[in-house]
């Protein structure tokens, strides 16, 4: 008599049509409000001038989510869809490495305001946190790819990988606490006299970072006044950064990276350790129940969304350089500049032309009167 062997555990569990439809539907509502909140913010701030690029960021995970809970609906009602299963799994495992990114730049750009000659662009800081971007992303599609490894035939081929997933989840977890001993660093190290005296700019004219308010364009400075505030006597390169602390607010702004940290760590932990768990095991532990999944996925990166929204981290976080049209104008405006000169010294020069023209007409004609 052939016996049954029991599926073995998964994270998230397999769908039941009573808990799964329900959540998933509730989950794809959810982040279809946010896509749609994230994406007015950053219209609304695009038509102002004030483009923060993390908004379009955030409106990306909230359609990629949109699209995970989706499968997962679908896996629900194809149980035996095997495609459906790893497209579902495989959305489930990316998305949440967009927050994992803005939380670290977030730090970055706390950081970078408290020690601007040691993160200006092309500093070793400055190249080292874009190696880091580069090898999150580098992970997110080893984690990917590995992921639909786990429902491949070949049991060779799943052992031969499995560690390769495992380091990636491991990897994501130092990711999502990154952003804590980043801020740590930037208010541990002291300021050094070359942090306090180096020119920086930051967007001087955003009077508050809470609810509806949106950036009056009438008071942003043109291009060429916001750089010729630091450019002038000083020939360092600017750093742009966030508003400095004494302009207040600045415990929230740590809040906002801090809290989301933490949030985002102990979700991805609990899919690593769910990782590590074998393969073979038949008995579901408890970080594999259905629950966990909708906590750790749904729940945690909604509160994040929600909180960065209600936070304005559109306000707090903005650098003017985010758009590289500031530095067209500037090179732009740097030429009228030279232009404005050059016709200058033109004019200067025909003026004495005429003038030596003159004092010659008139020695010439003194010359000739005499002999009269």
């Not at 008599?1 to 794809?28: E, H, N, Q, T, W």
């Amino acid at each position: 008599m052939l016996v049954s062997r029991p599926a073995p555990a998964l994270f998230g569990d397999y769908p039941l049509r009573k808990d799964d439809i329900a959540g998933s539907v509730i989950c794809i509502v959810c982040f279809f409000v946010l896509a749609v909140t994230n994406m007015t913010i950053y219209r609304r701030n695009l038509a102002r001038g004030h483009k923060f690029v993390p908004s379009g960021a955030m409106f990306g995970l909230c359609m990629a989510r949109i699209v995970t809970f989706s499968m997962r609906l679908a896996y629900t009602t194809h149980p035996s869809n095997v495609n459906v299963t790893i497209a579902a799994s495989v959305f489930i495992a990316a998305g949440v490495i967009i927050l994992f990114i803005l939380n670290i730049l977030f730090s970055q750009r706390v950081f970078t305001a408290q020690h601007p000659s040691r993160a200006y662009v092309g500093s070793l800081f400055y190249n080292v946190m874009r190696m880091y971007y580069i090898s999150i992303i580098v992970f997110l599609i080893v984690l990917v790819t590995s992921t639909g490894v786990y429902y491949h035939t070949n049991a060779t081929v799943m052992k031969g990988i499995a560690h390769f997933r495992k380091a990636a989840m491991v990897y994501f977890t130092i990711a999502a606490f990154m952003p804590i001993p980043i801020i740590t660093a930037a208010y541990a190290i002291p300021q050094s006299e070359q942090d306090k005296t180096w020119p920086v700019h930051y967007a001087h004219w955003i009077a508050k970072y809470s609810g509806l308010y949106s950036p009056d364009p009438r008071s942003m400075p043109s291009a060429t006044e916001f750089y010729s505030e630091v450019h002038e006597g000083d020939t360092r390169t600017p750093v742009h950064v966030i508003p400095p602390s004494d302009r207040g607010a600045r415990e929230v702004s740590l809040a906002l990276i801090i809290a989301p940290s933490v949030v985002l760590t102990f979700a991805t932990a609990v899919r690593t350790v769910s990782s590590f768990r074998s393969a073979e095991e038949i008995f579901k532990p408890w970080y594999d129940y259905r629950v966990t999944m909708y906590l750790c996925i749904a729940l945690a990166e909604l509160s994040v969304e929600i909180a960065w929204i209600l936070g304005r981290v559109d306000l707090r976080f903005y650098i003017p350089d985010n758009d590289k049209q500031w530095k067209k104008l500037a090179a732009a405006a740097d030429n009228e500049k030279i232009r404005a000169i050059d016709l200058d010294v033109d004019e200067e020069t025909e003026v004495e032309l005429e003038r030596a023209n003159r004092s010659v007409g008139e020695v010439e004609v003194g010359g000739k009167n005499p002999q009269g």
